[in-house]
T-cell receptor, first 113, second 111 residues
Framework: NAGVTQTPKFQVLKTGQSMTLQCAQD?????MYWYRQDPGMGLRLIYYSASEGTTDKGEVPNGYNVSRLNKREFSLRLESAAPSQTSVYFCASSVLFNNSPLHFGNGTRLTVT | GQQLNQSPQSMFIQEGEDVSMNCTSSSIFNTWLWYKQDPGEGPVLLIA?????ELTSNGRLTAQFGITRKDSFLNISASIPSDVGIYFC???????????FGQGTRLTINP
């Protein structure tokens, strides 16, 4: 039982390049989330998927897109990376969308030069 | 949007000391969660609180859901080196669908 698995763990991009961050959970959770973590800012929600087949914007969605591929997988795509997107990205999942603790992956450290 | 103020931002203590940190909100919350993040890993849930006034312990950790529903406290007793990390509070308002996170408290322990 691996929990929430994120790939890759590290990535360096040049400005304008695109990439997709992958996330998969094996806990049969309904809801999945993408957060970014920046120094002094805590965790900010980028996008979420309350249930399979639905996705919604979070607090900081600009520059990102997501796909809930199936119940297990939720990917985050940067179409044209910018230096402001340098951050640590965390995927999380929860049983239900409301009042249900989040389980986090170990993060992807992204640097955009 | 909703904001949580978490304090202190950082703490430097001696091993064996007790630790106290808190979060306050401008909104009334119906759920408070406390997470710990070790270096290079994702946050891990420590304690979940669902009722005003609730006091819950997890080993040497104790957290309380404030009576006003606008604050929460986390205490760590007799700190040990493995307590080092960043502690986050998170809250959810009634009817809201997303958690709001505090900025984190970075705990450093001198042996």
């Amino acid at each position: 039982n691996a929990g929430v698995t994120q790939t890759p763990k590290f990535q360096v991009l040049k400005t304008g390049q695109s990439m997709t961050l992958q996330c998969a959970q094996d806990m049969n959770h309904n809801s999945m989330y993408w957060y970014r973590q920046d120094p002094g800012m805590g965790l900010r929600l980028i996008y979420y998927s309350a249930s399979e087949g639905t996705t919604d914007k979070g607090e900081v969605p600009n520059g990102y897109n997501v796909s809930r591929l199936n119940k297990r997988e939720f990917s985050l795509r940067l179409e044209s990376a910018a230096p402001s997107q340098t951050s640590v990205y965390f995927c999380a999942s929860s049983v239900l969308f409301n009042n249900s603790p989040l389980h986090f992956g170990n993060g992807t450290r992204l640097t955009v030069t | 949007g909703q904001q949580l103020n978490q304090s202190p931002q950082s703490m430097f203590i001696q091993e064996g000391e007790d630790v106290s940190m808190n979060c306050t909100s401008s909104s009334i919350f119906n759920t408070w969660l406390w997470y710990k993040q070790d270096p290079g890993e994702g946050p891990v849930l420590l304690i979940a609180l669902y009722k005003a006034g609730e006091l819950t312990s997890n080993g040497r950790l104790t957290a309380q859901f404030g009576i006003t529903r606008k604050d929460s406290f986390l205490n760590i007793s007799a700190s040990i080196p493995s307590d080092v990390g960043i502690y986050f509070c998170a809250g959810q308002t009634l009817g809201a669908q997303k958690l709001v996170f505090g900025q984190g408290t970075r705990l450093t322990i001198n042996p």
